[in-house]
């Protein structure tokens, strides 16, 4: 399927990561600690006046501004990451619906928020299933999560990542074009079932195992591939990618880090954030897209671009 046109939201708002880290009771040092092993600097947050809500509706204006000629929605999936009820991480889609011309009166309701950060990829591969049977026509893919209503200490994971708040909104066709998404693969390893609820010793165990997770989806694809993309994963934090690449067989790999120090990691989204700069009409090479979610879950798709006169529009980024 093609994206056609891609949005992004990163709020201005940054909340420090001594500030983080003291919310959970630990001290200056700790947070210098992880910020050399990490990257993290502070992350990203909603303003006192910011909802996802709005955010959503924002970005869906400024996404189909360039798509005069197209048809109509028909599909709107909302994907998150972290299912908990809060005033500002709540969307209604009916009246996102209703709140946007660009979007037919008909249009399917989809809310995606069972798989963690790789609930985009679920996402992904629902608009690509429901544009190849012809289902749909256009579908807007709505990604982001606040933790704006919850306290500071819930932003802060010791010894693992530090989350920031984004939102992404990707309008997709069916076919191909200058930024075709396709090789969709969405998995899950059951033994990590506990996700957020375990113990310390399980999400220690799930990160032990993220570089084995991450491996088993790029795997999926080829060899030459993968020396010739950019990969765009998961901002979990620095340290987890430095160790992956030392990896032999990573050692051609080019991972995209950029916004870890920047935002946090924005648990569905961060792929898509990075997709903005590292589209293969920016750097003339492919991407892979990746996600390993706590509880097991992982996603990865391939973003190509295709050269053809009969091509007549371009991602809007």
């Known amino acids: 399927m093609n994206l056609v046109s891609l949005k992004t939201y990163?709020?201005?708002?940054?909340?420090?990561l001594d500030t983080l880290v003291e919310s959970r009771g630990g001290k200056s040092s700790e947070a210098k600690i992880f910020r050399q092993l990490f990257g993290f600097n502070h992350a990203s947050s909603l303003a006192e006046d910011e909802s996802a809500q709005a955010c959503f509706l924002q970005l869906l204006g400024q996404a189909c501004a360039s798509l005069i000629d197209g048809p109509k929605i028909d599909a709107v999936i909302l994907v998150q990451g972290l299912p908990a009820r809060s005033p500002r991480q709540h969307v209604d889609l009916?009246?996102?619906?209703?709140?946007?011309e660009a979007i037919s009166d008909q249009a399917l309701l989809f809310n995606l928020n069972q798989q963690n950060c790789a609930t985009l990829f679920w996402g992904l591969k629902l608009a690509d299933r429901l544009l190849s049977?012809?289902?749909?026509?256009?579908?807007?893919?709505?990604?982001?999560?606040?933790?704006?209503?919850?306290?500071?200490s819930e932003r802060y994971v010791p010894g693992c990542t530090l989350i920031g708040d984004a939102f992404a909104c990707a309008i997709l066709d069916a076919g191909w074009g200058e930024c075709t998404i396709s090789d969709i693969h969405c998995c899950h390893r059951p033994e990590f079932w506990p996700g957020l609820d375990g113990t310390q010793d399980d999400i220690r165990k799930f990160y032990r195992a993220h570089d084995e997770l991450a491996g088993m989806a790029l795997n999926l694809y080829t060899a030459d591939l993968r020396e010739q993309a950019w990969l765009l994963p998961h901002n979990i934090n620095k340290l987890a990618w430095q160790t992956w690449a030392r990896h032999p067989a990573n050692a051609q790999q080019r991972?995209?880090?950029?916004?870890?120090?920047?935002?946090?990691?924005?648990?569905?989204?961060?792929?898509?954030?990075?997709?903005?700069?590292?589209?293969p009409a920016k750097t003339g090479?492919?991407?892979?897209?990746?996600?390993?979610?706590?509880?097991?879950?992982?996603?990865?798709?391939?973003?190509?671009?295709?050269?053809?006169?009969?091509?007549?529009?371009?991602?809007?980024?």
Not at 94 to 100: M, N
Not at 145 to 151: E, G, I, N
Not at 288 to 311: K, P
């Open 94 to 100: 009916d009246a996102l619906r209703a709140s946007c």
């Open 10 to 16: 990163v709020p201005k708002t940054r909340i420090p």
């Open 255 to 279: 991972v995209a880090t950029d916004l870890i120090n920047e935002t946090g990691h924005c648990y569905t989204t961060d792929p898509l954030l990075l997709l903005e700069s590292y589209a």
């Open 133 to 152: 049977r012809g289902e749909v026509k256009r579908v807007a893919l709505l990604a982001g999560d606040t933790l704006a209503d919850f306290a500071l």
């Open 285 to 317: 090479c492919p991407a892979i897209l990746l996600s390993v979610g706590l509880g097991g879950w992982v996603g990865s798709a391939t973003v190509t671009r295709y050269r053809c006169e009969d091509i007549n529009h371009v991602c809007e980024f």
